[in-house]
């Protein structure tokens, strides 16, 4: 029979499949298995429809067979078969695998809807194999065909013989190259591999002939080979499972199968979604981090199924970067697929699954913080600064999601607080959060700004992560209430004004400090909040001292400083030392300035302009 040519455009198809389509060539094997499952969808649903039709499942099943001398792999199937005129439409034609047009003929609802819509998946097949032989036996008819091409070249429709209904896909698998090895499709362990991969769980049994020993039986030191069938694929996934079918070791096996993490899981999420947009999910949050989570090399996603197989291994679309450590699958039947299966349309499904997602794991999270306290506060430090970051790098937008999964260590507790708990604490009439920074909760707690706010009966919270400041800065405020800093220039407290005499007493010598430290502070004052402490240093702007230190740590910094306050405690007995030196002798007064700055900076953990200078001045003190 002569052969016929594709359609230019279909001919120009299968150019683009076999050269940009598929990024993995791999992919073929899901796409021929996809297309069989559909076939024996049409012949489940004309049982459905057809009383004369009976569906046996145990009738139904997908056969991957392999032919290492002559490079042949085939996949069959026991589906509905295609008549010469549908070998013809169907696969000569472009984008038409046939379920589509099914589909639309007889109007499947929903839940029966068909993935191989989009007829090209075929042709990926040319991508390993050097010619494509299809032989088709249609159910009601007593004629086969064999479709034949080798590829963009045109194809052959002829008679064939095929004792039963069904299809054959039969590829001549290409000889390897030096950067391509091809001989990976005819191997059994690999295509096992391949099956349990991206089509684990296809709804009907998956058959191959596999290789294995056993004992002889008149030697059993000795070992023989044979062959037996082996149904590769799990054909129902733990998502379809009803959940009172399912106990914690079921998935807690599954975690460890899909090679989720060394750990078991911190909490599992079983959730079936229906709506507008319908899915399946089984999500896990982990209890430890893996090793590269805080670095650029971590790849975050979920596996993302529709109908069974797998469309991608991480989809990054469905996780928020704040909730990028849940590990898991979803399964959709309601996605917009484009041609290759490969890569997801950006649509409003896959926001709305997104969202639905987000919200289910704020909700376990929340739960967890609520019934297992200790068990939260295990998983917040492994992954609550990603929950800051999740503020911090979004500008604040997810504080509404974020905020009340939050913790910070508190100088009322010996644990961990969230913000909630710190407002149920909060004194009458207190009209901010206040919050200290610092590298550890010992050094921050030493602070002199600290003692002063303790005294007063105010609880602090401390931060330690080197981003908590920063998300913080974003949130603004909590319950109406604004954060603020106990380095602050205003603590929002009442003046005692029987000390403001005091305080302007010797406003001069302060001035005259100022001059000697210029370019280091914007202003030296007498302190309302020392107490036991003779100096510290207090924040003007809105770029703290910790920020400071934190951003001149960074690569290629730009010297971002924050404006400073020197305050003296004019009740500490340094003070009189300093005043007397003000008043009868300059270089001393000139000397102690710069070592109760030096004294301040080193309190706040930051770096003096010359250590050596500073501990000659120690010494000349001592003498």
Partial sequence: MAKKGFQAETKRLLEIVINSIYSNKEIFLRELISNASDAIDKMYYKSLTDDSVSFNKDDYFIKITVDKESRLLKISDTGIGMTKEELETNIGTIARSGSLDFKQAIEIEDGYDIIGQFGIGLYSAFMVADKLTIISKAFGSDEAYKWESTGADGYTITPAEKDTVGTDVILTIRESMEDEDYDQYLDEHRLKWLVKNYSDFIRYPIKMDLLKSKPKEENEEELEEYVEEEIVNSMVPIWE?????LTEEDYLNFYRERRYGFDDPLSYMHIKAEGTVSFKAVLFIPEKPPFDFYTKDFEKGLELYSNGVLIMKKCADLLPDYFSFVKGVVDSE?????ISREMLQHDRQLNVIAKNIKNRVKKELQEIMKDQREKYEEFFQSFGRQLKFGIYSDFGQNKETLQDLLLFYSSKEEKMVSLDEYCSRMLEKQEYIYYATGDSVSRIDKLPQVEFMKDKGYEILYLTEDVDEFAIKMMGTYQDK???????????????????EDLQENAEMFRKMQELLSDKVQTVRASERLKDHPVCLVNEGEISIEMEKILSSMPNNQNIEAEKALEININHNVFQ?????YQQDEDKFKLYTDLLYNQACLIEGLPIDDPVEYTNKICKIMK
């Fill in 241 to 245: 499972r009803n959940k009172n079918e």
């Fill in 334 to 338: 309601d996605l917009s697929l484009n």
């Fill in 482 to 500: 604004e954060f603020k800093s106990v380095s602050s220039k205003d603590l929002g407290l009442e003046k005692d004004e029987s000390s403001q």
């Fill in 577 to 581: 030392s300093l005043k007397d030196a």
